[in-house]
């Protein structure tokens, strides 16, 4: 089993679409979460970071953690087809910011 | 802006040949981080290095090697390049003040191995 499971997709949605993103985890150590997005032919761009559990509001972007269930969230409110890409999430167990552990990615299409 | 830079975007190499993968940093970052990406499995490490000639073994070491002679440049080898080897290639840096939260990832270099 790996350490971060996320579904691969592709998730395809309507322009303004409220779209919800999700990996589980079994590493009870980790503690810093990100959500990664991850153009077509780009390298991965940090797009959330939260610690411990807890939401975090960014713009049309939330990020949700829920440490109990080892379960985190990226809610994505009005999509945009700009918001098409890979969505990668990725967790740490330490701050010293050297080993990250990332989900497979999900992929997400917003048609016009 | 942090830049990371990986010399080749698309490389076609043949069963058996050396290969080398370069990656520069302009932030005189202490950490450099050498991931491949496949479909399915994300983002997988293969070596890190927290400073010059310094490494560490990732999660998938075998059949690669890596060099850093200096802060800025990070190069991944592949001894003996095999079909297996066919990958995208993902490069990043970061700096332990920045925690987790600080890496940032070159464009990548997608390899085929024939």
């Known amino acids: 089993q790996k350490e971060v499971e996320q579904d691969p997709g592709p998730l395809s949605v309507p322009e303004g679409a409220i779209v919800s993103l999700n990996c589980t985890y079994s590493n009870s150590a980790f503690q810093y979460f990100m959500w990664y997005r991850q153009y077509s032919r780009k390298g991965p761009e940090l797009l959330m970071y939260t610690y411990s559990s807890g939401n975090k509001e960014d713009g049309r972007f939330t990020a949700q953690v829920d440490k109990s269930s080892k379960y985190i969230s990226l809610f994505i409110r009005d999509s945009q087809p700009s918001d098409s890409a890979t969505y990668l999430c990725a967790m740490s167990a330490n701050n010293a910011g050297n080993m990250l552990t990332f989900g497979g990615g999900t992929r997400l299409m917003v048609k016009p | 802006d942090v830049k990371v830079t990986q010399s080749s975007r698309y490389l076609v190499k043949r069963t058996g040949e050396k290969v080398f993968l370069e990656c520069v940093q302009d932030?005189?970052?202490?950490?450099m981080f050498w991931y491949r990406q496949d479909p399915g499995l994300g983002l997988r490490l293969i070596y890190f290095?927290?400073?010059?000639?310094?490494?560490e073994k990732g999660d998938i070491p075998e059949g690669y090697s890596v060099s850093r002679e200096k802060k800025e440049r990070f190069s991944l080898i592949l001894e003996s390049a095999s079909t297996n080897q066919t990958s995208m290639y993902l490069c990043?840096?970061?700096?332990?003040?920045?925690?987790?939260?600080?890496?940032?990832f070159g464009s990548g270099t997608r390899l085929t191995v024939v």
């Open positions: 290095s927290y400073d010059v000639k310094m490494k």
């Open positions: 990043a840096s970061s700096s332990p003040s920045q925690g987790p939260y600080g890496y940032t």
């Open positions: 932030m005189d970052h202490e950490n």
